[in-house]
């Protein structure tokens, strides 16, 4: 793949949008470039990941019942990332991901977009503003609720005692 080939897929994910264009040149040439053939594990549940898996092209599918790619199988288009906070931080992704059709895709590792930040510190401090954002935006649905269903205490209604 071309490094536009390879750049593009970044351009559409939320994450990465804000990045200046070498930036994202830089964690593209970076990333490990795969293939996957219909019906390859993409993603496999229940793991530690090291890095995230961006889907450059092609159709990937979430396990359906029993952890198998069927008519429940939930379908994940080209542009979707895979496990994206473990390009950043030790996580565990809990599902287990197929492809339905030839899927082309672009691997994350976390010791190279570390190694990026440190020689560019404005790529982390961008990854934190977003994250810090999306956390911010999380936090104002909770309160949204709350005030939809009113606090606790209001919840409460008096004891009447006997008298």
């Known amino acids: 793949m071309a490094i536009d080939a390879l750049v593009a897929p970044f351009l559409r994910v939320e994450i990465f949008q804000g ?12 990333a490990e470039r795969l293939v996957f053939r219909p019906g390859d594990v993409i993603v496999n549940g229940n793991f530690s990941g090291d890095g995230a898996v961006l889907i450059a092209s092609g159709e990937a599918v979430i396990a359906g019942a029993r952890g198998y790619m069927n008519d429940t199988s939930i379908p994940i288009p080209a542009g979707s990332l895979l496990n994206e906070m473990a ?45 810090t954002g999306r956390l911010t935006e999380f936090v104002e649905g909770f309160k949204g609720i709350e005030r939809m269903f009113g606090t606790a205490d209001e919840r409460r209604v008096p004891m009447s005692h006997a008298g």
């Open 19 to 30: 990045l200046e264009l070498r930036q994202i040149e830089e964690i593209a040439r970076r």
């Open 87 to 131: 390009m950043l931080i030790e996580t565990e992704l809990n599902l287990i991901v197929f492809a339905r059709t030839t899927v082309r895709a672009l691997r994350i590792s976390r010791a190279q977009l570390q190694q990026q930040m440190v020689e560019d510190p404005t790529i982390a401090e961008h990854f934190i503003a977003k994250i």
